[in-house]
């Protein structure tokens, strides 16, 4: 008994802690995303299609929001990493940045609170005439702080401790469904779809919140900070915001162009097959998550077989993920009609060639998120911020042309082509070459 207890353990010292991660990101992914489905029925049918099609686009918003920590979070997570390498503490580290986080994310708020009304009626009017002015006031307040203490979970991954990361997370949605489901059953009748937004938005914010005190120690933070080290990581976070600005607009944009172009009935068809697309394309992002600090330490090490074994990586987890994405969407193409039936019992309809599209759509997002993980993982992320314009603009012009011209269909072949043509081949390229590069110049 003693011996195979001591093998047991030397077996799991053995496993990478990558891999517990991805394993606890796995099991996230499927609780959310389970969550996320099961609210589709409720949401529908407690609030009706025309509001739901206003929830979905406020809650499609989500990428714009979460430009609200403005790249820090990143920045953050690879400074960690460097500091682990140098088996250097990262308290002292943490400690001088957080009153400089409070006070943006203070700004923030204020900030939003004023322009809030105006956007919700440029998003909103041509879906509703009748809904409450405050939906977007309420919920994009709660994404936006719910943004910010988010850095905590990618102080967790830089830590190899992602598994916290994803705890808040599970529980976050847990939440929201448990409020959600305790609106519906006390039959809320005035302002339902506002109520709907803060019982799904506000348990987000408070998990973020517990999350980045269990993270980021408190004590001292104000004779800790440090404006000159805070403004170092920003010179970087900045960057690292760019990128995500292209991503709100490659990968965000697909909302507000819908609010103006597409009725209720598409905008709510296409919410309920992004969210189980999502399901498949949560786990590939668990484990792209988990690799970022592994990647980032391998290529810090500056040695060939490190940079090898990295690269290898790279391949072996896009090739996996793109099978997982072609199986998985033979899969959903075979139960569409049940699925519609679950969700709206038959009420909707969506083309065949929709879910081949969106299989399309997120076998080019394998590849691109690959390689922009492991671009960004090296800091190299120059690159990336100059191909932002590209893209967005790429975005806009593909999703706004193609959707008058073949509505819904439209709206996923130009999100598949945006990324085909940009990011696809632009960014495995980049990443070689720079790698090439460098290995000449040490």
């Known amino acids: 008994m003693g011996f195979s207890t001591v093998q047991l353990k030397k077996c799991l010292k053995s496993i990478p802690s990558h891999y517990y991660v991805v394993g606890s990101g796995w099991l996230s992914r499927i609780v959310m995303a389970g969550v996320q489905v099961i609210s589709i029925p409720l949401v529908l049918r407690f609030v009706g299609t025309e509001q739901y099609a206003l929830f979905a686009v406020i809650t499609g918003l989500l990428l714009w929001f979460n430009l609200a920590d403005l790249g820090l979070g990143t920045s953050i997570q690879n400074h960690i990493s460097l500091l682990r390498v140098q088996q250097k503490e990262t308290t002292g580290f943490l400690n001088s940045l957080v009153i400089f986080v409070l006070l943006i994310g203070c700004v923030e708020v204020v900030l939003f609170s004023l322009i809030a009304p105006f956007l919700q009626h440029f998003l909103l009017h041509k879906l509703a005439t009748h809904a ?15 943004a910010l203490f988010g850095i905590a979970y990618k102080i967790f991954f830089a830590q190899h401790r992602g598994y916290w990361a994803y705890f808040y997370q599970t529980i976050s949605y847990i939440g929201s469904l448990a409020l959600v489901l305790l609106l519906i059953f006390l039959q809320v009748h005035r302002d339902q779809l506002l109520w709907v ?52 607009f490659v990968l965000g944009i697909d909302y507000v162009i819908m609010s103006q172009l597409l009725n209720a009935n598409d905008i709510t068809v296409y919410n309920i097959f992004n969210r189980i697309f999502s399901f498949m394309y949560f786990g590939y992002s668990a484990v792209l998550v988990a690799l970022w600090p592994v990647l980032a330490e391998h290529y810090a090490d500056f040695k060939a077989e490190k940079y090898r074994q990295a690269n290898a990586m790279l391949i072996r987890n896009g090739l996996m993920a793109s099978l997982y994405v072609v199986t998985g969407t033979l899969v959903i193409f075979a139960l569409k009609t049940p699925l519609l039936l679950l969700f709206s019992k038959n ?39 100059m191909t932002v314009p590209i893209q967005a603009m790429t975005s806009i012009v593909f999703l706004y042309y193609f959707s008058r011209w073949l509505g819904l269909n439209g709206i996923l072949l130009g999100l598949a082509l945006c990324f085909l043509i940009t990011g696809f081949w632009l960014l495995p390229v980049y990443h070689y070459y720079s790698i090439r590069k460098m290995r000449i110049e040490d």
């Open 197 to 248: 937004l803060l019982g799904w938005t506000a348990p987000q914010m408070l998990f973020a919140f517990t999350a980045f005190l269990h993270a980021v120690p408190l004590r001292r933070c104000i004779i800790s900070a440090d404006f000159g080290l805070f403004k170092k990581i920003f010179s970087k976070a900045w960057q690292y915001s760019v990128n995500a600005v292209g991503a709100a």
């Open 132 to 146: 409450s002015s405050y939906l977007l006031i309420v919920a994009g307040n709660m994404y936006i702080l719910a």
């Open 347 to 385: 009420t909707l309809v969506i083309p065949g060639a929709a879910i081949l599209l969106f299989g399309f759509y997120y076998i080019t997002r394998v590849w691109t998120d690959t390689y922009a993980t492991a671009i960004q993982s090296r800091n190299k992320i120059a690159f990336i911020a």
